[in-house]
């Protein structure tokens, strides 16, 4: 158990796979939650979806805002209406991703671009526009979720494993370069999540073997927490029975 109720948290790609687990661990553990949203329809289901948790119309604990985290004017708005609303802003996680298939081979520069926009230069705007109210607190915590492909290029997934290894080198920087502002920067490195889509894009696997959301979100809340305050820099494997 982590003591976040005086911790705000912006959330990006919450409405994906393992965005409404995540949402609901943060809230768990008394967190107050911004999320961006492009799908407007998508943001308010998720809000629905929270019941009691997303707090009461007048005290939210939940706020979700149609802006597209890639746009980085559109987050500083997002990060005005945190501090208007809650006062500060500590954490900023990135869930933002999914699989894109591109060989190496047949070096196909849009395929690999097409994934590093999805990927690195979203989580990169997002966050720099959380950047400035933790820097001015002396405070803060960046998460961002990858892959193990980071680590290792796949057959078949080059762009794939580009972009999240750049997004794993680019969140090491910042933790150096932040590391004495009172600010972590960490990356999570799930191998195969078990969601509906990977089940039936590999239908003969067992997904028991894989991780599941509930087993990122505490890792991701963890890496949120004062307690993991020694840890910057890093890249945490979740890798479970695979």
């Not at 805002?65 to 609303?85: K, S, Y």
Request: charged letters at 20%.
């Amino acid at each position: 158990m982590f003591d976040l109720s005086k911790r705000a948290v912006v959330l990006t790609g919450a409405t994906g796979n393992i965005g409404p687990t995540v949402v609901r661990a943060y809230l768990e553990q008394g967190a107050h939650i911004a999320i961006p949203v492009r799908d407007e329809a998508k943001g308010a289901g998720l809000r629905e979806s929270l019941g009691e948790l997303a707090g009461p119309a007048d005290d939210p604990r939940v706020l979700v805002r149609t802006a597209d985290p890639g746009d980085r004017a559109a987050m500083e708005g997002l990060v005005e209406q945190v501090l208007r609303a809650w006062g500060r802003l500590d954490v900023v996680a990135n869930l933002i991703g999914g699989y894109a298939a591109s060989d190496a081979a047949g070096g196909d520069l849009a395929a690999y671009r097409g994934y590093w926009d999805q990927k690195v230069a979203t989580i990169v705007a997002a966050t720099v526009a959380c950047l400035r109210p933790m820097r001015a607190r002396g405070y803060g915590r960046i998460v961002n979720v990858a892959s193990t492909a980071a680590l290792k290029g796949e057959k078949g997934a080059a762009g794939y494993a580009m972009a999240n290894a750049a997004l794993l080198r680019w969140t090491e920087s910042l933790a150096e370069e932040t590391k004495r502002e009172g600010i972590t920067a960490n990356c999570v490195l799930p191998r195969i999540i078990d969601n509906a889509e990977n089940r039936a894009a590999m239908p003969k696997a067992d997904p028991s073997r894989w991780a599941t959301a509930a087993e990122i979100a505490a890792v991701v809340v963890f890496l949120s927490s004062e307690e993991a305050s020694g840890i910057t820099g890093t890249a945490v494997p979740v890798t479970a029975r695979t």
